[in-house]
Structures are given as C-alpha cells and as structure tokens.
C-alpha cells in the first residue's frame, strides 16, 4: 500500500486514535491555533481596541482567501458555514408562488431543510432529481436538466456531495440551466478543486474549515456581479447600507472574527505541504486504503465516477434499516472500542464509511482499521 510521508507533526491530533473523518469538522494546525489563541488573546487584553481593528484585518483576510479560490474578491464575502451561504443566496433569488427549487438526492441535509423552508414560506415546491451514485456526467445533466422548465427558481446543486464524496459537472449544468439562478454548495470544494468558482454560478459557497484546515466557521460566498447589489447577510446590522458586497458581510455584530482573520495562515500551511502535489498523493493512498478495507469487511467499492480527490466510501454489510441514532450510536462505538473517528453516510438503501485522507494520515491508519472494524459487525 503507498505510503507517503505523513505530517501529523503539524497538528494536534491525538496519536491514539485513528483520524479518518477530516471531511466532517477538519483539523485545524498548530501554527494556525497558534495565532487564533494570539488573537483571542488580544481580544481580551483590549476589547475596544480589538474591535476598532477588525475591519482592516477582515479585508486582508478576504482578499488572501479569495486569492486562493481565485475568485474576484469584490464578489467574495464571508460567511459562518456553506449552509449559511446557501441560505443567503436562497433569500436573494425570487421564488415565487408555484414555482419550483430543484436538488438532487445527493443535497445535504441542512441544504435541504433551508430549501423546505423557503418553498414552504412562498408556497413553491421542493423537486428531488434522483441521480444514481454511480452516473456519469452525461447522466447527471441529463436527470437534471430533465426536471428543469419555466416555473424553476433555482438549482441548487453540490459541486463535491457530503453523502457520496462525487463530483458533479457544474460548468455543464449552468449551461444546461440556460438563466436559471444556480445555487452551488461547494462545501468540500476549497483545496479539492482548483478554481471551484470559476464554473460561471449565480451563488457558489464552501468551507475552509475541511480541506483547508482553517479554523471553524470559517467559509466564503461567491456572488455572481448581477447579484452583488441584492444578496444581504443573513444578519441585519451596521453594514446592511454598505454598497460592497464584502464589506456588508463582514461585520455583523459582536462576534467572534478571530477564525476568520486567522484562516489564511492554514493556507500557508498548505503551501509548505506543496499542496497540489500532497493531494494527489493522498488520492493514490485513499484509493488503495478503501479497497483494504472493503476486503476486510468483504464488500465492495460504489462505482462512483468522478470521486472527490481525499475522500472514498466503503459500503457496511448491513442495509439502510437503522435509524440515525443507530448510526450515530455505531460511530461513537467504533471511536470508543476501537480509538477510530469514522462517519457514516447512507444513500439508496446503502451504508457507507466514508474515509478521508489528509497530511496526517498513513497507510498503517486504514490498514489499523481494516484489522479493527469487522470486529464490530
């Protein structure tokens, strides 16, 4: 099994357990913690002054973050979370009585939740496009562009899916969409994909919290220029009047900005790591480390198209008949007995561990687990 020079030097992380789940919450580097402590600390020391500050430092912030998503930065605002992001975009567009929000069954739970509640709120309807796990990127335009008409207000649409760790084509569905608002939850995106934003969408959103490494509630907002003067923070405060886009989503009461001014530093992290070239690497070792384990558990890989580039699922032997506290009940079991943070996803009345793979891992994490796992099924 490759193996690669692991970093975990780098973080924190507890060396007892198996850290297999980056894709959920990340994992935050020490140099990065480093400076928020420095920060909240300053916060502390001087409130007042802290806060006269922030606004010149979030501007800094924004344009190195924007940078790395190679995003116009007079589109890029910043947000808690993707969630956050997609909710906002849904408060910009017009959704109207009758009228339809499109997303597949790959959608994120709180997408879809935020959906619900806006089609509830205008009386339009919720239409879910069923797109098999293992479709290519002709199907997936086809099944969506299939549901698409004129009483659409919007796709909303993952570009990495949390559930199933696939990439959908979403140059291609804009195209196919044809003026339809585009909604793009990147969550996964940022450091996954170079240039996620750049596929021509009305609203794009991910977390650097993931695959960056920066620290949580730490993600940004890409808007589309049509769109800048309308798309309001999801907080009424201070800046509701600013004419800039950015700026208007910068400073929404008492927070705390420290995660956000502190975010860039991870990408430095990720510079050093040679990132481009580490990523790669880690999608040669995620590949082979789920093909271990699906031998031990005697199961096998989903045919999935286009995978994320650090991320594979790995089917259970059992069906989607549990419920979610049986599911959550499971994971807290394998971090108990077995020192292992897994998570689980399900989609078609499958059972999935979906693995991560970041620069702290080792080929031995997967193989440990491979030995591990069938002990508890």
Request: aromatic fraction near 8%; glycine fraction near 4%; hydrophobic fraction near 50%.
């Amino acid at each position: 099994m490759t193996d690669l020079r692991p970093r975990p030097d780098l973080w924190s992380l507890d060396p007892d357990v198996l850290h297999l789940n980056h894709g959920s919450f990340g994992a935050v580097p020490r140099r990065t913690q480093e400076l928020l402590a420095t920060l909240r600390a300053e916060t502390e020391a001087n409130p007042m002054r802290w806060f006269r500050s922030v606004a010149e430092r979030l501007a800094v912030s924004r344009l190195e973050l924007a940078r790395f998503l190679r995003t116009d930065p007079a589109g890029f605002a910043l947000v808690p979370n993707a969630s956050a992001g997609v909710t906002a975009a849904l408060a910009t567009i017009p959704i109207r009585p009758g009228s339809r929000i499109v997303l597949t069954n790959h959608t994120y739970g709180a997408v879809l939740f935020a959906a619900e509640r806006f089609a509830r709120a205008f009386q339009a309807e919720v239409v879910v496009v069923d797109v098999p796990l293992e479709a290519d990127d002709d199907a997936v335009v086809a099944a969506i562009g299939a549901e698409l008409d004129e009483r659409t207000a919007a796709l909303v649409v993952d570009q990495i899916s949390s559930a199933t760790a696939m990439v959908f084509p979403i140059r291609r569905l804009v195209e196919v969409c044809d003026g339809i608002p585009v909604i793009v939850d990147g969550a996964h995106a940022p450091a996954l994909l170079d240039a996620p934003a750049q596929d021509g969408a009305d609203f794009w959103t991910g977390n650097f919290h993931k695959w960056p490494a920066a620290p949580r509630a730490t993600a940004g907002l890409v808007v589309a220029e049509k769109w800048r003067s309308t798309t309001l923070p999801l907080i009424v405060s201070w800046s509701e009047n600013d004419e800039r886009l950015p700026e208007r989503f910068d400073m929404v009461g008492t927070a705390d900005y420290a995660p956000w001014i502190a975010a860039p530093e991870s990408l430095r992290v990720l510079d050093e790591l040679d990132w481009p070239v580490r990523r790669a690497q880690l999608s040669t070792l995620i590949d082979e480390a789920a093909q271990v384990v699906a031998k031990a558990l005697g199961t096998d890989l989903p045919d999935v198209v286009h995978p994320a580039a650090t991320m594979r699922l790995v089917e259970l032997p059992f069906a989607d008949d549990r419920s979610p506290s049986a599911g959550e009940a499971f994971k807290a079991r394998v971090s108990r007995e077995l020192k292992a943070e897994i998570t689980l996803t399900a989609f078609d009345q499958r059972v999935f561990v979906r693995l991560s793979a970041h620069a702290y891992n080792s080929a031995r994490d997967y193989e440990l687990l491979a030995e591990r796992l069938p002990t508890l099924l």
